[in-house]
């Protein structure tokens, strides 16, 4: 029985990938390297010293799903294919919603019909909105995105709710990540944006190596112990091991849960900066200016869920967070 990795040669599929096949696990990778480099696939390859198929397909393409589930036989799909710049998806919300949600449906179509209903599903902790207060809970009601691309996020689960509803022979989990930052250990593979990052950690990481000249911090009048934003940064290798204890639980039965996959600890850009500054031996030049429209001032999680139901936590703190991503970067100043 095989796992189908959609989205597996991105940032956080890549990570997962090696840790299911270090597990022993026959991994389908699929990607349409809409957002990763197939040299992804040669590293995933090198670090865990095993073997997986690689399909280039878009979860979209229908014909294409099916003959994957025709020629194999897939137990589970860890879906983490998808679009998440949330800046673009306010420009270009049509396809976002097509990509995302289109994509999922295309996806979860061909997985009925073959007979595979069992599905991890990437969500994010954007779905809880701004009126929530941290620390978050999946208790607390989900709902007032404020862009299509967390929309995207909170539609699917809905539809992979209503799926489940419809058909309880489905198993669903859906995981809703905090701020993935950090990389492998090896510094052989790790986030590698397009263009100029739009997150903090990729985007102090080539400050570090002089890609970009200084950090810009949006805003430091939040109501925060500096006044610069919280959020709740996990390591990707423990998110990448979070997907093993949801896969277990996908596989052990039916139902539908949703889990925080988070550390519980919130830090501020600042903290970041002067983690990072402590990690690297570098100096992070920065200027605050204003506000980035549509962030909140604080979003960190309770993860208490997932280490009670899944048996998982996170084990790396912010030193480990900050030293990985920055030998990633140093190691590879383009990317991959
Ligand atoms: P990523 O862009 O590195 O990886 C996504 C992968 O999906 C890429 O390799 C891309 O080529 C592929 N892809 C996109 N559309 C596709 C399609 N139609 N068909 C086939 N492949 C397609 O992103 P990531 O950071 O690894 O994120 C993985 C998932 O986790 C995404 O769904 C993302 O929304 C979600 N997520 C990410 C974060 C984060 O901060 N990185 C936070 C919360 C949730
Ligand atoms: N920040 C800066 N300067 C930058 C980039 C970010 O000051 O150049 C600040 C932001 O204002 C925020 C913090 O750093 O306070 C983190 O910002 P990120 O863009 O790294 O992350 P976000 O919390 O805004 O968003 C991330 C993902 C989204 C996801 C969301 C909630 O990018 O996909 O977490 O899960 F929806």
Not at 81 to 87: E, I, P, T
Not at 95 to 104: K, L, S
Not at 238 to 258: E, I, P, R, Y
């Amino acid at each position: 029985m095989s796992i189908l990795v959609t989205g597996g040669a991105g940032y956080i599929g890549s990570h997962t990938s090696i840790e299911l096949i270090k597990e022993g696990y026959d991994v389908i990778i699929l990607d349409n390297f809409y957002n990763s480099k197939p040299e992804a696939l040669n590293r995933i390859k090198k670090i865990s010293g095993g073997d997986f198929k690689f399909v280039e397909c878009d979860i979209r393409d229908r014909a294409g799903l099916d003959k994957v589930f025709a020629e194999n036989d897939i137990e589970a799909v860890i879906h983490f294919a998808g679009l998440k710049a949330v800046g673009e998806s306010c420009r270009k919300p049509l396809e976002y919603y097509e990509n995302n949600i289109g994509g999922t449906v295309t996806l979860c179509q061909a997985m009925r019909d073959a007979g595979c209903k069992k599905i991890v599903f990437s969500s994010s902790a954007t779905v809880y909105g701004s009126n929530n207060p941290s620390p978050l809970r999946e208790d607390m009601p989900a709902g007032g995105t404020t862009n299509p691309y967390g929309t995207t996020k909170l539609y699917i689960e809905r539809i992979l709710e209503d799926l489940y509803k419809s058909d309880n022979e489905w198993s669903v989990v859906l995981l809703r990540y905090f701020n993935p930052i950090g990389a492998h250990k090896s510094g052989l593979i790790g986030e590698d944006p397009n263009g100029i990052p739009n997150n903090l950690m990729p985007y102090i990481t080539q400050v570090a190596i002089g890609k970009l000249n200084h950090l810009n911090v949006f805003g430091d009048d939040y109501p925060t112990h500096d006044g610069t934003g919280v959020r709740d940064y996990i390591h990707v290798v423990d998110l990448a091991m979070g997907h093993l204890c949801a896969l277990k639980k996908a596989c052990s039965g039916t139902g539908c849960d949703v889990y925080n996959l988070g550390t519980g600890k919130g830090y501020s850009v600042l903290d970041v900066v002067k983690a990072f500054e402590k990690a690297s031996g570098q100096t992070i030049k920065y200027v605050v200016g204003d506000r980035r429209p549509g962030d909140i001032a604080i979003c960190y999680s309770d993860p208490s869920k997932a280490k009670a139901e899944l048996g998982w936590e996170a084990k790396f703190g912010i030193d480990e967070m900050c030293a990985d991503s920055w030998n990633w970067q140093k190691n590879n100043p383009q990317g991959l």
